[in-house]
T-cell receptor
Framework: KQEVTQIPAALSVPEGENLVLNCSFT??????LQWFRQDPGKGLTSLLL?????REQTSGRLNASLDKSSGRSTLYIAASQPGDSATYLC????????????FGGGTRLMVKP | DTAVSQTPKYLVTQMGNDKSIKCEQN?????MYWYKQDSKKFLKIMFS???????INETVPNRFSPKSPDKAHLNLHINSLELGDSAVYFC???????????????FGPGTRLTVL
């Protein structure tokens, strides 16, 4: 059974700082890994999707890496801004039927002005 | 022009009632999902459905049933509501090309269900 863990559970940083969010998964047989952002009381917004054959994906100030063999992914946020404050979730699409995702518990990020 | 929409946004009801949450996607996707986010913010898959098959997470009680009138809709019916059903329910959709790795999932805004 796939288990996804995110560390830290919460993070508070001053504006402008570069930061790294960590995600680990127990079953390396995955099709892809996806990073989402969730704002309070809102739905999820997909940030980046990394296929199992890829090592990283970049979008603006965000860079996600994937090391499938060790079961790890990181989300790097450069020059953080108060608007980046949200909960960040990683999810893996494993070797299961139905294209279902297994989510981590999330990292709650607060960027202080 | 919302991609994935859900109604209602909030639902408050008594224990034992039967309720439905509606979901619609206008992305032309062929696969839709229901997720449950509990009070600890853990998101768990409940169902995956396309026009060919329904995949059910084995932990989901049979009081929950998805119903799809057409490809763009996947409604969630819940019978005999219990206190533990209180959560935020998210609908999502994706396009899963045959023979290729799965695509990005797009989520609706969520429905907050409170059972009293």
């Amino acid at each position: 059974k796939q288990e996804v863990t995110q560390i830290p559970a919460a993070l508070s940083v001053p504006e402008g700082e570069n930061l790294v969010l960590n995600c680990s998964f127990t079953d390396s047989a995955i099709y892809n890994l996806q990073w989402f952002r969730q704002d309070p009381g809102k739905g999820l917004t997909s940030l980046l999707l990394i296929q199992s054959s890829q090592r990283e994906q970049t979008s603006g100030r965000l860079n996600a890496s994937l090391d499938k063999s060790s079961g790890r992914s990181t989300l790097y946020i450069a020059a953080s801004q108060p608007g980046d404050s949200a909960t960040y979730l990683c999810a893996v699409r494993g070797n299961n039927a139905g294209n279902m995702l297994t989510f981590g518990g999330g990292t709650r990020l607060m960027v202080k002005p | 022009d919302t991609a994935v929409s859900q109604t209602p946004k909030y639902l408050v009801t008594q224990m034992g009632n039967d309720k439905s949450i509606k979901c619609e996607q206008n992305l032309g996707h062929d696969t839709m999902y229901w997720y449950k986010q509990d009070s600890k913010k853990f998101l768990k898959i409940m169902f995956s459905y396309n026009n060919k098959e329904l995949i059910i997470n084995e932990t989901v009680p049979n009081r929950f049933s998805p119903k799809s009138p057409d490809k763009a809709h996947l409604n969630l019916h819940i019978n005999s509501l219990e206190l533990g059903d209180s959560a935020v329910y998210f609908c999502a959709s994706s396009q899963v090309p045959s023979g290729r790795p799965s695509d990005t999932q797009y989520f609706g805004p969520g429905t907050r269900l409170t059972v009293l």
